[in-house]
Each structure stands twice: as structure tokens, then as C-alpha cells.
């Protein structure tokens, strides 16, 4: 086991409960030749997903059975992805399965699932809930402080933030840099499959009917070998564009309720098998989302003891799908790099400092995941 000077144990904090977050817990849990104390703290009051469903993809697959819960996780097997005009609801291209090997596919899964499949992977008592983060202060002979809304005051020697696209580790961090409305609005939802089964076209794969100003998306999230059909659902995910710059609609929301008039008048010109797949949707099961993005950011870290991952790392327009991938890549390569430094400075000297060690941690991993997010 790795010494370290003054403290024996490396103490982490990891702030939002989202599929970075709880990542990063569990690879940080089981690192077996560093003393590391994680604590994860949410601001809600319980741990639950907000949206439909996500999709999971190579990358996400070899993740999951890094942290040792891929089997937990199953879904709707995209093997046809359908590209369709949704005025008139004309095929314009088609897709079929990956060649990769079955296990590693893609698949579209309930977002309540792989939250599940992650919680139950992270040790008793790290998660620690209804714990709004207020600000951060820097200690300069080492280590935060950390205030929470409730009153509360945490010490870390890392700040991990999690905490998505309004990060306030973000914000510490970087206090100039900025988000706004991209213009777009995203309403999803997830409806019975039997619902909308008698609709031609719309509930036997995977598609997307394209507008002149947005889209609507139709996927099941459910594996039927596994799943009674009576039991399948299937996610209706629709978008909307403005013109951000003239676009005069307070927006500042995540996942708030809608009604289906407000989502359904945005799409009267479509297709009449999307008009009535989306009158098919349970009446107040609609959430919207204001999508909001920034400038990419030149380093993912600050003070040698905050760093960022998922989106608070990349807060961009889009994650092209892959999302929870990348931040559940984020957590993995950020734990991997604190077992390599320490344990390559405790073989070399008997005594160092945290600050040392965490230095050369965020270089390494900025240097890993800086470049893969300026490609994206």
C-alpha cells in the first residue's frame, strides 16, 4: 500500500451522481495500491435519471465491464437505423447491424438502467445525498474546502467535477468561460411499445424522421427476449430549432414537465404516422430539455486539485450519442492515472506531497483526454 506524507489516504471528492461521477467511485474504490477516500455527493434527494433512454455503444460496453456491471445492462439491439423524411415519410437511407461482435453492439437502454447497473457497483456509504455544492475555496498548502447548501464544510484533496453541463467546479475553476441556448429544445418521453405497434414504419427499429427545423426519433429501449411485450416501451425523443440569437423564450430548464399540446404543435406539418404516434403519448409524460453549450475547454483541470469529466469537461452542442461514455472513460482513465503516479513515486522515494502526485496526475490525464475531445 502507497504512504503518503502527513495523511496516509488520498481523499477525493466527487461531485454529481450522473454515469461520470458514479464511475469515477467505483474505479477510485477499487484501486488496490493507493489509499483513497471517496466520498460522492448529489444534490438531489434521490438518485434517479431524467430523460428516456441512451444509447451504448462499443466504447460504453468495454467500460462497463471495467467497473464490473455490464451485466446489468440490456437493451433494444439497433440493428436498423432507418433515415426518413418526416414530412412525407420517405425512406432516404438505411442501415443494418455493426459487424462488431454481438456483445459489443449498440444498443438503445432505459437511462434508469445503467444508473442502476452503476449504483449497485459503488460501496456502502460513499453516495451522499442532498448535498447542493455553493462554491470552493482553494487551500494553497493543499487540498479545498468545500460549502454545501446545507451548511456543511468538506476538505478534499481532489475535486472531481461531475456535475454536469452547469458545473460549478467548472465555474470555479474557469470563471470566464460561458454557456447559452444552442436553440435547441429536446422533448422526450418513453410510451408503451403495443401503444404505437399498429403504426406502419414507426415501431420496428430504429428512426429518424427529419423536419425543416428538427427531428423526431422513435427507439425501443427494451431486449424482447428478456422483457413480456405488454412490458416494452419505446422512446420518442423530438427536437425543435430557433435561432438562438433571436429566440426571446427564457430557457434555464432540464427535464421540466410539458404538456403534449406545447410538444405536438411543433410538428403538425409531419408525417400523420408521427402525428398520431405522438398523440399516442401518455398524457403529462413529456420532459424538456433547453440545450445549452460553450466553448471547448484548453485543459480539463486547475490548482492541481480540481478536474473535470463528463459534461462538465466538454460542455459542446452535442456527445454524437456517446455521452455516458465518455464520462464513464473520463472516471475510468482518471483513476488509472492516480494508481500509476503514486505508485510510481512511492517506488522511487519514501516521502512525497499529495500536490506533487496530483500534479502529475491531471497532466496525464489531460494529456490523454484534451486531444480526443478537440478531435470530437
Known sequence: MVQLQDDNTLHVAIIGGGPGGLATAIALSALS?????????????????????????????????????????NGHLVDEVQQRNGLDGNLLAKRGPSNLP???????????????????????????????????????????????SDG??????????????????????FPEHTIKFTGTTIWRTLVPLSSISHIPDVPTCTSWWHGTAGHVYFSPVDDPSEIDPEKQDIEISSRFLVDPETDKVRRWS?????????????FTNYDTRVKEALAKVPKDSWKEFSAFAGPRLNELHAWNKLVLIGDASHPLTGAFGSGAAFAMEDGWILAQSIEYVFSALASKQSSFSKQDGLQKVLNIFDTIRSPYYARM
Not at 120 to 144: C, F, H, T, W
Open 33 to 73: 495500491n493507493v489509499q483513497v477516500h471517496v466520498t460522492l455527493y448529489e444534490k438531489a434527494r434521490e438518485l434517479r435519471e431524467i430523460g428516456a433512454g441512451l444509447n451504448i455503444g462499443y466504447n460504453s460496453w468495454r467500460c462497463l465491464e471495467l467497473l464490473g456491471a455490464r451485466h446489468e445492462v
Open 102 to 148: 454481438l456483445k459489443y453492439q449498440s444498443r438503445r437502454v432505459r437511462r434508469t438502467r445503467l444508473q442502476k447497473a452503476l449504483i449497485n457497483q459503488v460501496p456502502a456509504g460513499i453516495i451522499q445525498l442532498r448535498k447542493e455544492l455553493l462554491s470552493i475555496e482553494n487551500i494553497p498548502e493543499g487540498g479545498a474546502n468545500l460549502y454545501f
Open 152 to 173: 456543511t464544510q468538506v476538505v478534499a484533496d481532489l475535486v472531481v467535477g461531475g456535475d454536469g453541463i452547469r458545473s460549478v467546479v467548472r465555474q470555479t475553476a
Open 254 to 266: 432540464w427535464g421540466i414537465d410539458t404538456t403534449n399540446e406545447h410538444v405536438e404543435a411543433h
